[in-house]
């Protein structure tokens, strides 16, 4: 009877300890809440720390940490100006970093993960790697050449459709264009400096560039 009791005590005790083992760290966002935990197995645990939104069930993540439960050190964050889907597979955890990308019909934008993070366990390690998103389609000839041309009529004075054409000149230079990747690094020489809320949308476009060119070194 004693050595039952001893044992049910020992199991309450570790799965208490279990239980706490996913709080927040301490270098959390201030007010975040643990959204989701992700179980590869014993000790292989990560969990999100932050903040969601959930539109027409879609549940996109911001201003987070993603960190290992039992562990106080964050793995990774982002931060407001980025949005993330987290997704599941069978061996690996990805965080795609969403974008209003110019894919459209007629250089519309569409919400696409471009950038993805992928963690994986390799024994007790956690692997990260990265890369870009494949399934978005990069622009054809014509597509850079009309790109350019756009970019080229500009008027004087900024307005929306600058941005818009910063984010096409962004994508036309990922697609592999030089002409329209120089047009791009030039573009606030030309036009700035930008007066809100122009300025954050040129920030967004050019940290998207400079995560680009940085990654293709």
């Known amino acids: 009877m004693k050595v039952f009791l ?15 083992e996913c709080d927040c760290p301490s270098s959390a966002p201030e007010g975040g ?4 935990t992700f179980n590869f197995g014993e000790w292989k ?13 879609d549940t996109t993540y911001t201003k987070f940490v993603l960190f290992r439960c039992g562990e106080d ?3 990774e964050h982002w931060g407001v100006n980025i949005s993330c889907k ?24 569409l919400w696409r ?16 790697t990265t890369y870009y998103d494949k399934k978005a ?12 041309k756009q970019y080229k009529e500009l ?7 600058h941005m818009e054409t910063a984010n096409m000149l962004f994508w036309a230079t990922l697609s592999g264009s030089k002409e329209a990747e120089g047009y791009l690094k030039t573009f606030p020489d030309k036009y700035g400096p930008f007066a809100s809320p122009f300025n954050e949308e040129w920030d967004a476009v050019n940290m998207r560039y400079e995560q680009w060119k940085n990654k293709s070194k």
Do not use: W
């Open 155 to 161: 008027p004087d004075k900024v307005i929306e459709h």
């Open 113 to 128: 993960p471009l950038y993805v993070h992928q963690y994986t366990f390799e024994g007790k390690e956690i692997k990260h």
């Open 6 to 20: 001893l044992t049910v005590v020992t199991l309450l005790s570790a799965f208490s300890i279990n239980a706490q």
């Open 86 to 109: 987290v997704e599941r597979t069978k061996d690996a955890l990805l965080v795609k970093e969403m974008y209003n990308l110019p894919i459209g019909t007629e250089f519309s934008t």
């Open 33 to 36: 809440e643990v959204m989701k």
């Open 73 to 75: 050190e964050v793995i």
């Open 137 to 148: 389609a990069k622009y054809t000839p014509t597509q850079i050449a009309a790109a350019i």
């Open 45 to 57: 645990e990560f969990g999100i720390c932050g903040y969601l939104t959930v539109e027409a069930g």
